[in-house]
């Protein structure tokens, strides 16, 4: 089991550009969840999806983020343009079903916008 | 004013200490109560998870929630250096929801 894997782990750019992180869940599990964590807001879901579907988005700070998800096996978090309040550590997660069976979390992608 | 409310800490304990961390939160429609342990750099994983009121033990570690108070606690027996991390309490309303977290307590625990 590779668990969820997500890249970059460290991603530092300067305002203004488009940042893309990737997230490949676990095979079988149907939700995709992405989260953003930081010292002053803790972790916050920002997406989530069923088997390829966006759910829920209201935890979307604003239109300069976007999230797809193509297949099963393939999701990016896209923010254009970015910003420096942007930086954070953001997680990907996936779980067989939604609710109290445990999300499995990838390692993160720590992003710093300059 | 959050719905999850969790004193972020730092917590410092010798080794062997028990240590109480807790959670209080607002809305009574919460119905399961979880705890997520996150090391340094890595991501949260699920340590417990609870239904509804009560106790429930794992090895050293034991979660109690009291719905009547909207309070929930981690107890960790006979800590060890290896328990150093950060914790949160997660809540869900229904199986179908989405988890609420608090900011997590960072614990470090003392040789």
């Known amino acids: 089991d590779a668990g969820v894997i997500q890249s970059p782990r460290h991603e530092v750019t300067e305002m203004g550009q488009e940042v893309t992180l990737r997230c490949k869940p676990i095979s079988g599990h149907d939700y995709l969840f992405w989260y953003r964590q930081t010292m002053m807001r803790g972790l916050e879901l920002l997406i989530y999806?069923?088997?390829?579907?966006?759910?829920?988005d209201s935890g979307m700070p604003e239109d300069r983020f976007s999230a797809k998800m193509p297949n099963a096996s393939f999701s990016t978090l896209k923010i254009q343009p970015s910003e420096p309040r942007d930086s954070a550590v953001y997680f990907c997660?996936?779980?067989?079903?939604?609710?109290?069976?445990?999300?499995?979390f990838g390692d993160g992608t720590r992003l710093s916008i300059l | 004013q959050k719905e999850v409310e969790q004193d972020p800490g730092p917590l410092s304990v010798p080794e062997g200490a028990i240590v109480s961390l807790n959670c209080t939160y607002s809305n009574s429609a919460f119905q399961y109560f979880m705890w997520y342990r996150q090391y340094s750099r890595k991501g949260p994983e699920l340590l417990m998870y609870t239904y509804s009121s009560g106790n429930k033990e794992d090895g050293r570690f034991t979660a109690q929630v009291d719905k009547s108070s909207k309070y929930i606690s981690l107890f960790i027996r006979d800590s060890q250096p290896s328990d150093s991390a950060t914790y949160l309490c997660a809540m869900i309303y229904n199986q179908g929801g989405k988890l609420i977290f608090g900011q997590g307590t960072e614990l470090s625990v003392k040789p």
């Open positions: 997660a996936s779980s067989p079903v939604s609710g109290v069976q445990p999300q499995h």
């Open positions: 999806f069923n088997n390829n579907v966006p759910i829920d």
